[in-house]
Antibody, heavy 122, light 110 residues
Framework: QVQLVQSGAELKKPGASVKVSCKASGYTFTNYYIHWVRQAPGQGLEWMGLINPRGGSTSYAQTLQARVSMTRDTSTSTVYMELNSLRSEDTAIYYC???????????????WGQGTMVTVSS | QSALTQPASVSGSPGQSITISCTGTSSDLGNYNLVSWYQQHPGTAPRLMIYEGYKRPSGVSNRFSGSKSGNTASLTISGLQAEDEADYHCCSYAGSFTWVFGGGTKLTVL
């Protein structure tokens, strides 16, 4: 079945970087955009950015553009999200989510990963 | 990009109908027919319930319906059931390959 499986929880110190992986299976990896969404404890969802697995092009939320990077490895059907210069406010659950429609269309988030808890604390 | 505005909480009794609003601007929600709604139970990932403002993915009950007027979208749940108790998040395309979410609404079934 179609699924996205993310890497495990991370504990990082302020100023460090974190890299979260999202492995896709059950569909053609290069046919759908992957988005990243995060959720701070007790808060709403925040869209972080997306990556086109076919060509690797990306788009990021303006508030994170300077610190976030999304890449993909087509040989393993895996997408990565790296966030730099971590601060306590980055403590959140990070989700990857596949788009509902096939490329070139991108619209909404259909299949979600299980989430990865990233805790930033000294 | 400012978040869309949702009420923090709504409540209703079993069998009743409730509506959750989601207000944006003419640059995001009002400019595109690409509003989606997500249901999230505690400790789980969000689930897509409505897309393109009113369409339901396969498997979503027809008790869930969506609409949009101007800069405001709405999610209506009819025939409330205990299992509907969850957080609901709206989201809109905001142009230039960016998206914006609302702050989320906690639905309590009394």
């Amino acid at each position: 079945q179609v699924q996205l499986v993310q890497s495990g929880a991370e504990l990082k110190k302020p100023g460090a970087s974190v890299k979260v992986s999202c492995k896709a299976s059950g569909y053609t990896f290069t046919n759908y955009y992957i988005h990243w969404v995060r959720q701070a404890p007790g808060q709403g969802l925040e869209w972080m950015g997306l990556i086109n697995p076919r060509g690797g092009s990306t788009s990021y939320a303006q508030t994170l553009q300077a610190r976030v990077s999304m890449t993909r490895d087509t040989s393993t059907s895996t997408v990565y999200m790296e966030l730099n210069s971590l601060r306590s406010e980055d403590t959140a659950i990070y989700y990857c989510a596949r788009d509902l429609h096939q490329l070139p269309q991108t619209e909404t988030f259909d299949i979600w990963g299980q989430g990865t808890m990233v805790t930033v604390s000294s | 990009q400012s978040a869309l505005t949702q009420p923090a909480s709504v409540s209703g009794s079993p069998g009743q109908s409730i509506t959750i609003s989601c207000t944006g601007t003419s640059s995001d929600l009002g400019n595109y027919n690409l509003v989606s709604w997500y249901q999230q139970h505690p400790g789980t990932a969000p689930r897509l319930m409505i897309y393109e403002g009113y369409k339901r993915p396969s498997g979503v009950s027809n008790r869930f319906s969506g609409s949009k007027s101007g800069n405001t979208a709405s999610l209506t749940i009819s025939g409330l059931q205990a299992e509907d108790e969850a957080d609901y998040h709206c989201c809109s395309y905001a142009g230039s390959f960016t998206w914006v979410f609302g702050g989320g609404t906690k639905l309590t079934v009394l």
